[in-house]
């Protein structure tokens, strides 16, 4: 059983199991601990459930963002070739997935999905908060900017839940809760609606607790409490879109919500709102890596560089290259080649992190782990990568993000950067781990390994799930 707090910081969920707030939940950390895991770049609700339900990074199953351009037009085939995941297009997620990686509702049956946003081979009879009343009823929650209603959603989604697995016993369960997030982003991470919907987490687990006790179930039984993203106060929005068209006095931009100007050259892709994916030259049907643009783009990358709200800059020059910018601190590059990951400084040091780092991912993850980017290196090397990726990869400073407009609800607090405080997660076991968890992609191949399931190759975590 899999429970995602989506946007729990760890350290706010610390706190509140310290002062007594959340007994179910410090219950777990006494029997099975509390750890702090790295999420996925980007730290989006959406990209950031493949590790849950694939055991691979985002940008390697083809989902580079919230919001992407497809240079193919071979998959987004409306006018903009573009996808926004946020609303209708929410449907087409499970088929621009890699199709040859499978999910795990795929690989353990009977499951049961709530409100996971990639379903492919979860029946619709085990999908809890779908259809079209549903649908209709967050999309109302949403655009009337109801945060208290999406209080009322987890608990309606908790109920459901629990219930289906006390009368069921499905093998596997995924429930996502949403209201730490978007109560968060209404009125920051600190209020007392994310400490409500802190509660609602907790409640959760405890019924799902006390329900497999009775039944003599929770002996064999793994609870996890997991987050897909962290949270940061939002101080200054940057209007990326009203940006990047000043930035040229000839520039026309494809943008959501209005994403249909056949005439742009220049497509912004903002996820979270703290990162973005800039693609250029749009009549382009491959991307073509940053040696090829840059003649032509390097004043813009140049004006990005000087914002106060950009922080990274990411110029993928190839499958396997990837140059990092860090405005004052200088430029490095990130080469990915059999397994192995270089971080080399070129004018500076971007990251904060040693000189001439030749390592595995396993290492990548220990040297960076207490930087102020954690796990950057094996997280720059795969979004970079992703043919999907923009041709230009933004992530934002702190107390800034990159929306300023078509917001239901102005965000105080926002997530999807490449910086601590939104990747780092907390990680709440009921049964002690064979060894210590490092990334969220680590789940799913955990759970398969509790369920006796071979794990498929193209998995890219690791199990810490011991033999019992």
């Known amino acids: 059983m899999v429970i995602i707090a989506d946007g729990a910081r760890p350290d706010t969920l610390a706190s509140a199991m310290e002062e007594g707030r ?17 999420s996925c770049f980007p730290s989006v609700t959406g990209p950031a459930y493949t590790p849950f339900i694939m055991g691979r990074f985002p940008g390697d199953v083809g989902l580079p963002g919230l919001r992407w351009f497809d240079r193919s037009r071979r998959v987004a085939r409306l006018p903009g070739h573009s996808r926004s995941y946020v609303g209708p297009e929410m449907r ?13 509702f795929e690989l353990c049956e009977p499951s049961i999905g709530a409100l996971s946003v990639i379903r492919r081979g979860l029946p619709v009879a085990n999908r809890v908060g779908t259809g079209a009343t549903f649908a209709a009823r967050t999309g109302l929650t949403h655009f009337r900017g109801n945060v208290p209603g999406w209080l009322r959603i987890d608990r309606a989604i908790a109920s459901q839940v629990r219930r289906r697995i006390r009368d069921e016993g499905p093998r596997f369960t995924f429930a996502a809760l949403t209201g730490i997030d978007k109560t968060s982003h209404a009125e920051g991470h600190e209020s007392a609606l994310v400490a409500e919907a802190f509660a609602i987490v907790d409640e959760t687990a405890g019924q799902i607790r006390r329900d497999a006790e009775r039944d003599g179930r929770w002996a064999r039984m793994h609870l996890w409490v997991c987050s897909d993203h ?3 106060r939002v101080l200054q929005h940057e209007d990326l879109v009203t940006l990047v068209e000043a930035s040229g006095s000839r520039r026309k931009v494809l943008a959501h919500p209005w994403a249909f100007n056949a005439r742009a050259d220049i497509a912004v892709m903002v996820s979270g709102n703290a990162m973005a994916h800039l693609y250029v030259d749009l009549d382009r049907r491959e991307r073509p890596g940053w040696n090829a643009l840059v003649t032509e783009w390097h004043d813009l990358v140049v004006q990005l560089e000087a914002r106060d709200s950009v922080d990274l800059i990411l110029l993928p020059k190839s499958a396997d290259e990837c140059e990092v910018r860090g405005g004052r601190r200088g430029s490095a590059t990130i080469t990915r080649k059999n397994g192995r990951y270089q971080y080399l400084h070129r004018t500076g040091n971007p990251l904060g992190i040693g000189e001439g780092i030749d390592v595995t991912a396993a290492e990548a993850h220990e040297r960076t782990l207490e930087c102020d980017y954690p796990d950057a290196i094996v997280q720059i090397a795969q979004l970079s990568g992703c043919t999907r990726s923009g041709d230009i990869i933004l992530s934002a400073a702190r107390d800034w993000d990159f929306r300023a407009r078509y917001e239901p609800i102005p965000h105080v607090s926002s997530h999807g950067a490449l910086h601590r405080d939104h990747m780092l997660v907390p990680l709440l076991l009921n049964r002690a781990p064979g060894k210590i968890p490092r990334r969220t992609i680590d789940l799913m191949p955990s759970a398969l390994s509790a369920l006796g399931i071979t794990i498929p190759s193209m998995v890219e975590g690791e199990s810490f799930t011991p033999h019992y």
């Open 22 to 38: 959340l007994p179910a939940l410090a219950a777990m950390r006494e029997e099975g601990g509390f750890h702090t895991v790295t």
């Open 92 to 104: 087409f997620i499970d088929s621009d997935l890699d199709p040859s990686s499978p999910t795990i």
């Open 230 to 232: 962290g949270h940061s």
